[in-house]
């Protein structure tokens, strides 16, 4: 199982690079290209709906035992992505213009790459000094402006949502339950709140851990 669980992680995590590679580099290249926002999202819909979803994996992985990681916290990483992807922004139209999609998808595709590409060089061997400082370092810029895109996304939603009603249940119906997708939404992104800086914190604490200090031995040798 060990060796089985290893080929795999290898194979799921060069995937997850190369997907998020092309993403990266197709979102960059249309911006460049067309400057506008318009169109965006019709370019790279397929690639982000196919490699987010696949990130719903990961919190398996942690359930299995492939990999260490807290199934919780793993599942609060990649549920808000996946979400956003199904529940935001594709199927609402108005947010494929919305100003903040740039920097959802610059900030996705980056931390993906580098998070991606270090655990697969970590199976494989001891990754490379840069990468493992990549790994440890880019997420204090990353994560405060993907939280900002997404929520960016979500505000500018919440309009439509409330004028058309999606995804909610009103009453009366048979199961005489009511769902309002709008303050679902609200609830959410409160939620944002007190969620991130635990994952923050969660993320300082394991820069600290592998990324380290020097030593006063070290200072003093120096």
Do not use: D
């Not at 599942?75 to 935001?88: A, D, K, L, T």
């Not at 939603?157 to 679902?184: D, E, G, R």
């Amino acid at each position: 199982m060990a060796a089985f669980s290893k080929a795999y992680l290898v194979l799921y995590n060069s995937v997850q690079t190369s997907g998020w590679s092309y993403i990266l580099f197709k979102t960059l290249k249309f911006l460049l290209v067309k400057q506008t926002v318009s169109g965006l999202w019709n370019e790279c819909s397929t690639s982000v709906t196919i490699f987010q979803s696949l990130a719903a994996l990961e919190v398996l992985h942690c359930i299995v035992g492939f990999v260490p990681s807290s199934a919780v916290v793993t599942f609060m990483q990649v549920f808000s992505r996946v979400f956003m992807v199904w529940g935001i922004i594709s199927p609402i139209a108005t947010v494929h213009n919305c100003p903040t999609l740039p920097l959802t998808l610059i900030a996705w595709g980056i931390t993906e790459v580098v998070r991606y590409s270090y655990y697969c060089a970590n199976l494989l061997g001891t990754p490379p000094k840069p990468l493992t400082w990549c790994r440890y370092s880019l997420f204090m810029a990353l994560y405060p402006a993907g939280i900002t895109g997404e929520l960016g996304n979500m505000l500018y939603a919440l309009n439509t949502i409330k004028k058309t009603q999606m995804f909610s249940v009103a009453l009366p119906n048979p199961y005489n339950i009511s769902f309002s997708y709008y303050y679902f939404c609200l609830v959410l992104m409160a939620s944002y709140a007190p969620v991130f800086p635990h994952l923050f914190g969660h993320m300082l604490r394991q820069r600290k851990k592998i990324l380290g200090t020097p030593s006063k031995e070290a200072s003093k040798v120096k």
